[in-house]
């Protein structure tokens, strides 16, 4: 069964919550401050994009907000393997961290490959008689997700 926009919204911001946690516990526990404030600023600013993307203000801008999101998972993931390398986290930390960002990671990139492909639908289609343009950059294509 396909995830609502508000369960997907909510997967975001839980893991933000682990993020923080994390960031906590780091600097609380292992007193590190460095990696523990690079990690949380990528972690959490994965959820504050994909946010942003929902109100974009065309699908261009709404693809680009993901594509950030994806690199931050991206980011979040290298801080993950450093903290793990470094022993400041144990391995079942990093995997189950690494299990909630592998499934945002999937959702960024199912969206991004949606919706770019309903542009090119509709920028390479032939139009008939009644079908529209493709949406100008005012205007956001109605994806589900």
């Known amino acids: 069964m396909k995830a609502t926009k508000e369960e997907i919204r909510e997967k975001f911001i839980n893991f933000s919550i682990k993020i923080n946690k994390l960031r906590k516990y780091l600097c609380?526990?292992?007193?590190?401050?460095?990696?523990?404030?690079?990690?949380?600023?990528s972690g959490t600013s994965i959820g504050a994009n994909y946010c942003e993307a929902c109100f974009a203000e065309s699908n261009e801008d709404f693809i680009h907000?993901?594509?950030?999101a994806r690199k931050e998972?991206?980011?979040?993931?290298?801080?993950?393997?450093?903290?793990?390398?470094?022993e400041l986290?144990?391995?079942?930390?990093?995997?189950n961290l690494?299990?909630?960002?592998?499934?945002?990671?999937?959702?960024?990139?199912?969206?991004?490959?949606?919706?770019?492909?309903?542009?090119?639908?509709?920028?390479?289609?032939?139009?008939?008689?009644?079908?529209?343009?493709a949406p100008t950059s005012g205007e956001?294509?109605?994806?589900d997700y």
């Open 28 to 41: 609380n526990t292992k007193h590190e401050y460095n990696n523990s404030d690079q990690i949380q600023r």
């Open 140 to 143: 956001r294509l109605k994806i």
């Open 65 to 68: 907000k993901l594509r950030i």
């Open 89 to 95: 986290i144990t391995n079942e930390q990093y995997i």
């Open 98 to 133: 690494s299990k909630d960002l592998e499934e945002l990671s999937r959702i960024l990139t199912s969206s991004i490959n949606t919706v770019d492909a309903k542009i090119k639908d509709r920028e390479g289609a032939p139009r008939g008689k009644g079908q529209q343009d």
């Open 73 to 86: 998972a991206y980011e979040t993931e290298y801080w993950l393997k450093v903290l793990t390398g470094s």
